[in-house]
């Protein structure tokens, strides 16, 4: 059977910048293009703010500083994990409370936050910023001329739309957008891991003796950490390509769960929100003109920011991330942000995580916003000095 889709396509706005998929690399892409004046619409394709973090309820911000308490990452990933602590409950701890620490401590700039209220909280921040929000709108498929994508179809309610773009940046968490102009993209492979958020009698003593909800809201981890350890025996490992694939992973992390609590006592625990996205690590990244690997301490001379390394092993380690993991030279106005740029091995590791999304997304709403003659011609000199006078940090 040969289905044609001939459905009319409705004709929509055009912006300077597109940024699709409104996870943490997303809203800070958004924010830091509509700063800079560009005319910016962030396109979401579930009904809430802030991707795997809120949604996946993650909810743990790894830290801005390496293990000595150096700030490595600070402009928009600092004013995220601020935003995430402001409203709703937090662990920071004091000498990081308002992120201005210059002395050297063992205690890091990370913390625990609300999921839901954090996710409210970024609705404000992004319409305070000046972007323009669209909602239960799945991106399928940039419109491509040669190396330029013109703007992108998307599912709605109404149908088919299209957006008009002069940039966009793929902020999907799985490189949808390259993936489907044809770049070339890796896959990654995932263990088993679930998190859920519930209540039990043990939390509920945590919170009377703390009077802080922190402790009211318990995290149950299930199946794997991020070495492997607790992945089922003889699973298989779960690459998030399609539908088929998210299916079993999803169903396979719920029942873990369920499986633990369903022969407790029914009353004495609850399971208040589940996970409306999949907990998937790495499912695509794109292959861009530099496959950063994380090598403790280079420098690049096309640096968009630094990090550090946040994993038990990675005391002390410092990185720089060059702009050439954030676009391949075949694709002149597309632009990676988040746990999708051109990384592999402790790279893809390093870089995946919430306060380094939100840097690599900073950088490319600002390439997005700044890109008029191609990727291959963005002036790095005046990028630089745009994103040092938006706090970003070259450790
Ligand atoms: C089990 C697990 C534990 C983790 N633990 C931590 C931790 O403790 N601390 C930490 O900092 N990080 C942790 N991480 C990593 C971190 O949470 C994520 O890598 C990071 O939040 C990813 O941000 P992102 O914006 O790049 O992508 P995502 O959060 O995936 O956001 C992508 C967004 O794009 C949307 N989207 C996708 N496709 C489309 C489309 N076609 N059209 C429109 N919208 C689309 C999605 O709905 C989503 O909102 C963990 C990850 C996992 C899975």
Redesign the pocket.
Known sequence: MNIVDNREVIIKGNYDVIV????????SAAVSAAREGAKTLI????I??????T??L?????PLCDSNGKKMISGIAEELIQLSAKYGFDNLPDVWKDGNNTTQTNKKYATYFSPTIFAMALDQYLIENNVEIILD????FPVMNGSVCEGIV?ETKEGKVFYGAKSVVD????A??FAKAGAPVVSGD?YL???AHGINHEAIEKYNNNNNMLFLRKWFFEGSN?FGKGHPEGMELAKGLTSEDITWFVLAGRKLLFDKIKDQDKNSRDVTTLPS?P???KIRRIVGEHEFVAIDGEKFDNAIGSCGD?RPNGKGKHYQIPITSLYNKNYSNLIA????ISASGDGWEVT??????ALT?QAAGLIAAINKDGINNINYIELANKLKDNKVLFV
């Open positions: 699709v998929g409104g996870g943490i690399a997303g809203v396109m979401e394709k579930s809430m703010f802030g991707g795997l973090a949604a996946g993650i909810s743990w911000y790894e709108c799945m991106a399928t998307a902020a999907t968490g799985d949808d957008i995932n891991s679930f998190v991020l996205m907990q998937f690590r946040f942000a988040g746990r999708i995946r995580v919430i306060p380094v999304c997304g």
